[in-house]
T-cell receptor
Framework: SQQGEEDPQALSIQEGENATMNCSYK?????LQWYRQNSGRGLVHLIL?????REKHSGRLRVTLDTSKKSSSLLITASRAADTASYFC????????????FGTGTRLTIIP | EPEVTQTPSHQVTQMGQEVILRCVPI?????FYWYRQILGQKVEFLVS????????KSEIFDDQFSVERPDGSNFTLKIRSTKLEDSAMYFC????????????FGPGTRLTVL
């Protein structure tokens, strides 16, 4: 798989349920970030997790990072219709390499 | 809350024409980036810029592309002679110095080359 591959590619759930999206990557990272993109719009920064962190919370978001498996997950609890969007993970490399490498994204649809 | 802004939101141009995409990064940020997203594809890094010079560029960022910070607030991406395959959404991003590499993105400029 390529650097930053999310799965599933698409996810539909009922409003109020939890949504879990996964991201895998191949090379060592400094940080992993999650972004949201509403259809055809800009990228909204959600959360950053550093390579020495295992879990981070922000509101209804919970991110985990497993560097041994080179994977991360994003959990959105108590989903709302407004959470309908595409979600991307983005990694940056070691040694000050700042450029972000994005995954292919998970298209999340919340059914009211 | 401060945010990155981009103009125009949509630009239509003829192949071979020059375009300039403009960005106003968050005011106390010192690191600037351009990315692009071809419809249906991944977001791809183009270039990073710090201290008035390019820090890193991708293979996409060839001689047709240039970036400039003409004053204390704007950051521009110029495409000298547009090609059909330059049609994409172009995103500007910025981040603060120090801390971690949290990059904040603008809403994008959709470039359509005819």
């Amino acid at each position: 798989s390529q650097q930053g591959e999310e799965d599933p590619q698409a996810l539909s759930i009922q409003e109020g349920e939890n949504a879990t999206m996964n991201c895998s990557y191949k090379t060592s990272i400094n940080n992993l970030q999650w972004y949201r993109q509403n259809s055809g719009r800009g990228l909204v920064h959600l959360i950053l997790i550093r390579s020495n962190e295992r879990e981070k919370h922000s509101g209804r978001l919970r991110v985990t990072l497993d560097t041994s498996k080179k994977s991360s997950s994003l959990l959105i609890t108590a989903s709302r219709a407004a959470d309908t969007a595409s979600y991307f993970c983005a990694t940056d490399g070691n040694f000050g390499n700042e450029k972000l490498t994005f995954g292919t994204g998970t298209r999340l649809t919340i059914i009211p | 809350e401060p945010e990155v802004t981009q103009t125009p939101s949509h630009q239509v141009t003829q192949m071979g024409q020059e375009v300039i995409l403009r960005c106003v990064p968050i005011s106390n940020h010192l690191y600037f980036y351009w990315y692009r997203q071809i419809l249906g594809q991944k977001v791809e890094f183009l270039v990073s810029f710090y201290n008035n010079e390019i820090s890193e560029k991708s293979e996409i960022f060839d001689d047709q592309f240039s970036v400039e910070r003409p004053d204390g607030s704007n950051f521009t991406l110029k495409i000298r002679s547009t090609k059909l395959e330059d049609s994409a959404m172009y995103f500007c991003a910025s981040r603060a110095s120090g801390g971690y590499n949290e990059q904040f993105f603008g809403p994008g400029t959709r470039l359509t080359v005819l």
